[in-house]
């Protein structure tokens, strides 16, 4: 998948930061060389990233894919090794 555009907004932000992640962490996990996988059927987010930012943290970013190469995460958090 190859992502031209992060959707992040008032709509997601609360979201993504809920669990420690800074939004700098999942454009970090994003731009990087995540692994992105399909979600399973009948999950708000069609597609979950897994990566790590410039701190080392691996995160899991669930997101939608809106087409053409723009994404919105929904969600982040940080994963044990």
Do not use: C, F, Y
């Not at 995160?59 to 053409?68: A, T, Y």
């Amino acid at each position: 998948m190859d992502i031209t555009e992060i959707e992040i907004d008032d709509g997601n932000e609360e979201h993504l930061t809920r669990h420690g992640v800074s939004i700098a962490e999942v454009q970090q996990v994003l731009a990087g060389d995540p692994d992105i996988r399909r979600n399973r059927k009948d999950r708000a987010a069609t597609h979950v990233a897994l990566g790590q930012t410039n701190g080392g943290r691996r995160v899991m970013v669930p997101l939608v894919d809106k087409g053409n190469g723009r994404i919105r995460p929904i969600s982040a958090w940080e994963v044990g090794t």
